[in-house]
């Protein structure tokens, strides 16, 4: 209980210092992660000196992340009705594409870097090349999530390159996507606005069942569980492969990670209340404050379990590729997107600049910036593309394969993959420019 009430009071500290604090306002940092670095440094402060940190403060803080990381994807789809594959591709198939677009590519860049420059002469693994598009496309929670798997495979620092990618990314994404915004006012390309009126509050939830019978927050998380015990009987069955299968799709099959089968579980849960929930009891607000809970003290417990001492080793090659993620997202957007976009082209691609190399909120909140009043599609087309774009790059199943790819194949076949892919996307887009 003492490290839960430590790790809460990081998380309100950084919520204090969001509030208070205007360098970090203009930064737009989330306070989880703000309270995750505030506990970093408290920590390795306080055993650089001769204060000795009892490890019951901190005691369960580096399973928390591959633990919580099951909750926030189980939850991904459930309370909301699943839309038809169909009219989800007509609403964002061009976002759809360059989204793919830019998410390939960072696993492309990410293996050139490391197979052409970083491993011949600093002699880094080829797993490395995960460390940029792991931290950038699937943001903190899925790099702390992935912890379990870089242990598997023999690379459990991997994780904290990871963790500080992912720190990286976010905050270049406010500073270039910031600065290219101003650009595209003085270029007349978007019209100017002015700051943002705060949100009056609203409702997040709805009581959907009888306070005699259960609590509705407990009937809510009852269906998370269920999807990650479906998740668990998932990761069982390709256990179950493994051991079948020849040469070193076994080992691929057993270095899987758990989280993308539980969003598979909380969909399998949403297909059944489709069907047979006349009563609608899952409620989607309830479901995002319980995705909400889990991220942010996931965040504020990977970033302050980072091992400075390990990333301060490798700091060079880190900094090389995030620097190398950061100039792939400018060139797509400064060169791909107009020719990828009939209408709106810089406030689609903004948002996907903010969402690749941070999260989700970070696009949405570099589009606000420029289409506050929604006046474009580039909002709705957005928030349609991640039905599709999330299962895939986001920390799903791509991200879950192409881990141990890198280290059970190697750099190159994964290039070759991603690479594939981009033209494959390439090629779509392509084909929608012709029919217009």
């Not at 204090?16 to 306002?25: A, F, P, S, T």
């Not at 995750?36 to 390795?44: A, E, S, V």
């Not at 792991?134 to 899925?142: D, N």
């Not at 302050?304 to 080793?313: S, Y």
Request: proline share 4%; aromatic share 10%.
């Amino acid at each position: 209980m003492l490290s839960f009430g430590v790790l809460s009071g990081l998380l309100l500290a950084g919520v204090l210092l969001r509030r208070r604090v205007r360098w970090i306002q203009r930064l737009f940092l989330p306070a989880s992660v703000v309270g995750g670095l505030l506990g970093l440094g408290l920590l390795q402060g306080l055993e650089s000196s001769s204060f000795e940190v009892s490890d019951e403060w901190t005691a369960g803080w580096s399973a928390l992340p591959g633990l919580l990381i099951n909750v926030v994807f189980a939850a991904l789809f459930l309370g909301e009705r699943l839309p038809g594959v169909g009219a989800v591709w007509r609403s964002c198939s061009r976002q759809l594409a360059y989204g793919q677009l830019v998410a390939w590519g960072q696993y492309a860049v990410g293996c050139l870097v490391v197979l052409l420059l970083l491993g011949p002469w600093l002699g880094l693994p080829d797993l490395f090349a995960g460390v940029m598009p792991v931290g950038f496309e699937g943001g903190h929670g899925t790099a702390g999530g992935m912890a379990p798997v870089f242990e598997s495979l023999g690379f459990p620092e991997i994780k904290d390159f990871a963790l500080a990618a992912a720190t990286g990314g976010i905050v270049g994404a406010i500073v270039m996507g910031m600065a290219l915004v101003n650009w595209a006012v003085r270029r007349g390309i978007v019209k100017a606005h002015g700051p943002m009126e705060l949100a009056e509050r609203k409702q997040v939830g709805t009581v959907t069942v009888s306070g005699d019978i259960v609590g509705t927050l407990s009937l809510q998380l009852a269906f998370v569980g269920v999807a990650v015990f479906l998740g668990w009987v998932f990761k069982q069955v390709l256990l179950g492969a493994a051991v079948e299968l020849p040469g070193r799709w076994g080992e691929l099959m057993g270095s899987f990670p758990l989280f993308p089968l539980c969003m598979l579980g909380g969909v399998c849960v949403q297909l059944f209340c489709d069907h047979f929930d006349r009563s609608r009891l899952v409620c989607r607000g309830l479901m995002q404050q319980l995705q909400n809970v889990a991220l942010d003290f996931l965040v504020v417990a990977a970033i302050a379990t980072i091992r400075l001492d390990v990333v301060a080793e490798g700091w060079v090659p880190l900094l090389i590729l995030v620097a190398m993620g950061m100039g792939w997202n400018f060139f797509c957007l400064r060169v791909v997107a107009p020719w990828a976009f009939k209408d709106a082209w810089f406030e689609r691609a903004i948002a996907e600049l903010g969402q690749s190399m941070g999260v989700t909120a970070t696009g949405l909140l570099l589009l606000r910036t420029v289409d506050p009043d929604c006046e474009t599609e580039a909002a709705s087309a957005f928030a349609a593309k991640q039905l599709l774009h999330e299962p895939i790059m986001g920390g799903g199943l791509w991200t879950g394969l192409a881990i141990p790819l890198l280290v059970l194949w190697g750099g190159w076949p994964v290039l070759g993959i991603a690479l594939l892919m981009m033209l494959i996307w390439v090629l779509a887009l392509r084909g929608m420019r012709r029919k217009g």
